[in-house]
């Protein structure tokens, strides 16, 4: 007998794989638990270590780690030398933050100064760290020889530098920064060059006047505090970094879309009754919890800012907040005995004051806004990044009082958004409203997804006696009708929903496919939208293959007035932003199925 399942497995496999999708297999739930065992396959929940990266265009945060060189026990003067190569004459300003005082010298001229002691300014926002102080230099074409003086009374011993950030906005051409290192310094080996961009020099007593301000010399010894020193290099630290990056990270780099995929796999545990899902959600957790310490260490005392996971500690973005710690709160209300649970507590308990006091809001409104790209622009995104969390709370916290609090935030934030980014003439979200310029930005499918997610996930909760209900779900029909209406006649919806010219994409074609299921088994629609998610389903199938992966998936989007941006956003294949939806698709198919036949 097993030998005949055995063949019957492996005839199925074969047909499978000789159709190259899985258009054949009619149960949703054995199509997604195809994705979800590629997820367990492919995600290994560990770090590698290898040398910090070296970048060598001045495009980002750069930094001088004295301390971590030379000590941090006394006062002191030391040295750090690079250069910066620019493809023309040109102008910029660099943002600086430091210990300290700080001088810095362009070729030969100086261009900043404080002295003093001070600590270290610097404030991770958004999309960007920012610091207070900068400075303009003009560049000629060429090398230009930058030279930092750094002088500590003890303790804390740095100098960052940086140009100022775009703050994530999507610029039109390209912006030419010079390159910054050691590659072009006589007498520095490649391979020099290819771990630091630095030279250092100390450390100095501070009265010492012997100091190598001009007329830089290698090759030389000066006097130092404890005898001799010469030109050498910053101490190389070692990284943790994540296993194969995607263009977009990992299965489990911390973000909203991986904190999906986790969410996803608990829910396809519950309904197929197959523990390997809730594992692989428990280990994402688990991974994230355990690590923070590490992922402190390595933002705080490694400057490695933009270190692998960092936005866990220190992002004030819902894409790294709220979003992604679904997982967690519905764990918690899930399952009521589990070894760390006291950990999950701890950081959901400041979720919830985040979620509450900490995330920037519209004045007015109250909704949840963004500082970028510039001030409160308004993302339908934020809809899917907050909105869930709040009803996920108020299924969490234990009185009436704040179980009501977050089902009215909640409520109050899914109407109060169409102040700002619903179309009234298309029926359509805007990706994005800026609070300045008055533009329409496209009708961009996943956007449109984010927002009728929220919604559903408002509807599953409310209460029918709410006073926002009946307002919630006309908007959700009213969305319904409008995307039916742009649907293709294959069951694809396209990048940019109301442009014929765009490309079918399968991330927003999930989320719409699942959020009209939904509509169906929750009785928020009639009976005759069920052929509309029938074809998206269908459409869906047509892009997984019998491994798991899944094609067609925009990458990460900002948000532009410029429709050509969107045309043109890449796609890939097994990107997350894509893989959770469609889980949450075939599960929301499966149960819209199910609801039919009783």
């Excluded at 780690?65 to 300003?93: E, H, I, K």
């Excluded at 299965?251 to 396809?268: E, K, S």
């Excluded at 969305?479 to 294959?490: S, Y």
Aim: proline residues 5%.
């Amino acid at each position: 007998m097993r030998k005949i399942v055995l063949v019957l497995v492996l005839v199925s496999c074969f047909r499978l794989h000789a159709q190259n999708n899985v258009v054949a297999v009619n149960d949703p739930l054995e199509v997604v638990k195809l994705i979800g065992d590629k997820l367990i396959r492919d995600t290994p929940f560990r770090y590698r270590i290898n040398v910090q990266s070296n970048n060598n265009l001045f495009n980002g945060l750069h930094f001088v780690d004295f301390g971590r060189t030379f000590g941090t026990l006394r006062p002191a003067v030391a040295y750090a030398y690079t250069r910066l190569v620019s493809p023309s004459d040109t102008s910029m300003v660099i943002q600086v933050a430091h210990t300290d005082a700080c001088k810095i010298w362009l070729n030969n001229e100086p261009v900043f100064e404080r002295n003093g002691k001070r600590s270290l300014d610097i404030r991770f926002e958004e999309r960007s760290v920012e610091m207070t102080e900068e400075f303009k230099v003009h560049l000629k074409k060429g090398d230009n020889e930058l030279l930092i003086r750094s002088e500590t009374f003890g303790g804390q011993w740095v100098v960052f530098l940086q140009p100022p950030s775009l703050k994530g906005a999507v610029v039109s051409g390209q912006v030419h920064y010079p390159e910054i290192g050691l590659k072009t310094v006589s007498g520095v080996d490649e391979k020099i060059a290819n771990l630091t961009n630095w030279l250092m020099l100390g450390p100095f007593d501070p009265s010492n006047s012997v100091i190598p301000e001009k007329n830089l010399l290698f090759g030389k010894m000066y006097q130092g505090m404890d005898g001799a020193v010469t030109w050498t290099i910053p101490k190389i630290e070692v990284l943790g970094e994540l296993i194969d990056p995607l263009p977009w990270g990992t299965n489990y780099t911390w973000n909203y879309h991986n904190g999906g995929v986790a969410l996803a796999m608990q829910r396809l545990a519950e309904v197929t009754g197959e523990k390997r899902f809730d594992t692989y959600a428990s280990n994402f957790c688990d991974f994230h919890i355990g690590g923070a310490p590490f992922v402190n260490y390595q933002v705080k005392e490694l400057r490695a800012v933009n270190s692998a996971n960092s936005g866990f500690l220190f992002s004030p973005l819902l894409d790294f907040t709220l979003a992604p710690s679904l997982p967690f709160i519905y764990r918690l209300r899930k399952e009521q005995d589990f070894s760390n649970r006291k950990a999950y507590e701890e950081y959901i308990s400041r979720m919830l004051k985040y979620a509450t006091e900490e995330q920037v809001r519209f004045p007015g409104s109250n909704i949840y806004t963004r500082l970028t790209p510039e001030k409160y622009t308004t993302w339908v995104d934020d809809m899917f990044m907050g909105i869930p969390f709040l009803i996920q709370a108020s299924q969490y916290v234990n009185t009436p009082e704040e179980k009501k609090r977050f089902m009215d935030d909640a409520a109050s934030q899914a109407l109060k958004f169409n102040e700002q980014v619903w179309d009234k003439e298309a029926n359509l979200y805007m990706h994005a409203k800026y609070s300045e310029k008055n533009v329409k930005l496209p009708h961009w499918s996943r956007a449109n997804g984010w927002g009728i997610w929220a919604i559903t996930e408002v509807l599953q909760v409310l209460p029918e006696n709410h006073p926002d209900y009946k307002a919630i779900l006309a908007h959700y029909r009213k969305h319904v009708d409008a995307l039916v209406a742009l649907q293709d006649k294959d069951g694809f919806w396209r990048q940019v929903l109301d442009r014929p010219d765009s490309r079918q994409e399968v991330s927003g074609t999930a989320i719409f496919t699942m959020a009209i299921a939904r509509g169906i088994t929750n009785g928020w629609l009639d009976k005759k939208y069920k052929t509309y998610s029938l074809k998206g389903w269908e459409a869906l199938k047509s892009q997984i293959e019998p491994d798991g992966t899944v094609h067609n998936i925009c990458y990460g989007t900002m948000c532009s007035e410029d429709v050509n941006y969107y045309l043109n956003r890449p796609f890939y294949d097994n990107d997350t932003h894509g893989l959770f939806a469609v889980l949450f698709a075939g599960i929301e198919v499966n149960n819209m199925l199910k609801s039919q036949k009783k």
